[in-house]
């Protein structure tokens, strides 16, 4: 596992994946040039994702589920980076 550290909450993994934090609520997912906006429950020491069974990308296309499986691996991945855990509601 290799984890960049692009910024102050920003972080990629070597699969390409960027996980960043947009604000209290939200987390930010990006993946080539599509991105993922995800809600989060912020814990002491884990985050909760909240992923929908069909999450969508900003432009509205779904996301295929090889690709969601490559984000979940990058945003645990990254997360963890960070010293938190992560658990997808």
């Known amino acids: 596992m290799t984890v960049q550290r692009l910024g102050n909450q920003s972080a990629r993994n070597d699969a390409g994946v960027t996980v960043s934090s947009r604000d209290r609520?939200?987390?930010?997912?990006?993946?080539?040039d599509s991105t993922?906006?995800?809600?989060?429950?912020r814990?002491?020491?884990?985050?909760?994702?909240?992923?929908?069974?069909?999450?969508?990308?900003?432009?509205?296309?779904?996301?295929?589920p090889d690709v969601l499986a490559v984000l979940k691996s990058g945003i645990v991945?990254?997360?963890?980076?960070?010293n938190i855990r992560v658990e997808f509601l």
């Open 25 to 32: 609520a939200t987390m930010r997912v990006d993946y080539h």
């Open 36 to 41: 993922l906006v995800v809600p989060v429950d």
């Open 43 to 64: 814990g002491s020491g884990s985050y909760g994702f909240y992923i929908p069974a069909m999450p969508v990308w900003t432009d509205g296309t779904v996301v295929p």
């Open 77 to 82: 991945e990254v997360m963890a980076y960070w």
